[in-house]
């Protein structure tokens, strides 16, 4: 019986109580989805239940819910009224759990991804500014790279936007990626060559590349609309290797800003051809919007005042 609690046949509580949770719950995937396995995939349950459940609640109402046509279902006039009634219901019980949560969530420690390189080069050079800033924000950085889901303990994550994401994943930008080629200042005047004011790269300049970003190469060419020879150059497995060889002088890398600033402030590294925008940006992802004076909010305005 799927009934919250019985009450005597006919007596005002019978008529006023509402059907239990399970079976509101089985019509409204039922009726969203129009399909009763759907529905039970959706709700872990198996189709004799759902289908139970439904037809219990039709018994319980007095009137049906559904028309049943082959392995398809289709609501009634009275099915469409309680499916809207039902629908609305959820949703204000999904927003009101998820708002409990987030207040809850305010006090705890939030857990953020960033790409592995972004991490080392850029953001924890400048992360105790933050906790300075915001000493009762507890962030718990960790490495992490392509999509993200936050069904696995991750709060929020810094991506570069180089592949698709769910439509119901929240994204705020942070900076727009600007590459440019970077080498050891003390091999520049080698490697490149400068004709009526205008620097080039030379051909026989050795390059550096990294399996993490094949085409940065071809991507920088062209972003800034030159031309680079096709020659072969030593590939590294990961975009910060590959910037450490051109720190020891071993070729010339495509470096992002953010990952080579501090090493053009310091003169570890130079880059003769400049930076152009390659088309991409990184961006703090969210599972919601993030909510003004929240901590996500704090921390993406200092995210942004740092870029």
Not at 43 to 49: E, F, K, P, V, Y
Not at 174 to 191: I, M, N
Not at 266 to 282: I, K, N, R, T
């Amino acid at each position: 019986m799927f009934s919250d609690c019985d009450g005597e046949l006919n007596s005002p509580f019978s008529h006023e109580r509402l059907p239990s949770l399970l079976a509101l719950r089985c019509f409204e995937a039922a009726a969203r989805l129009e399909h009763f396995s759907r529905a039970a995939a959706e709700l872990h349950l198996t189709h004799g239940a759902v289908s139970r459940a439904v037809r219990l609640l039709e018994d319980e109402l007095g009137v049906p819910l559904f028309e049943r046509r082959s392995r398809r279902v289709y609501l009634t006039d009275a099915g469409r009224t309680l499916a809207r009634a039902v629908g609305g219901g959820f949703d204000l019980m999904r927003q009101a759990v998820g708002e409990l949560r987030a207040s809850v969530r305010q006090s705890q420690r939030w857990v953020l991804s960033c790409e592995p390189t972004l991490l080392m080069r850029w953001l924890i050079p400048r992360w105790s500014d933050f906790q300075a800033r915001h000493p009762g924000i507890d962030v718990h950085l960790v490495a992490g790279g392509g999509p993200v889901s936050f069904d696995g303990g991750i709060d929020l994550a810094i991506r570069r936007d180089d592949f698709p994401r769910p439509d119901a994943m929240h994204a705020e930008s942070l900076f727009a990626e600007r590459v440019g080629p970077v080498c050891r200042p003390d091999k520049a005047a080698g490697w490149l060559s400068s004709k009526k004011g205008a620097v080039t790269l030379r051909a026989a300049a050795p390059r550096l590349h990294t399996r993490t970003r094949p085409g940065a190469w071809r991507e920088w060419a062209a972003a800034s609309g030159r031309t680079v020879p096709d020659v072969p150059g030593q590939t590294f497995d990961h975009f910060y290797f590959s910037l450490q060889a051109a720190v020891a002088g071993l070729g010339v890398a495509i470096g992002p800003w953010h990952l080579v600033r501090d090493d053009l402030d310091s003169g570890v590294l130079a880059a003769p051809l400049g930076f152009v925008e390659d088309g991409s940006q990184y961006c703090l992802l969210s599972p919601q919007p993030v909510q003004a004076g929240s901590p996500p909010a704090d921390l993406l305005a200092w995210l942004r005042a740092v870029a």
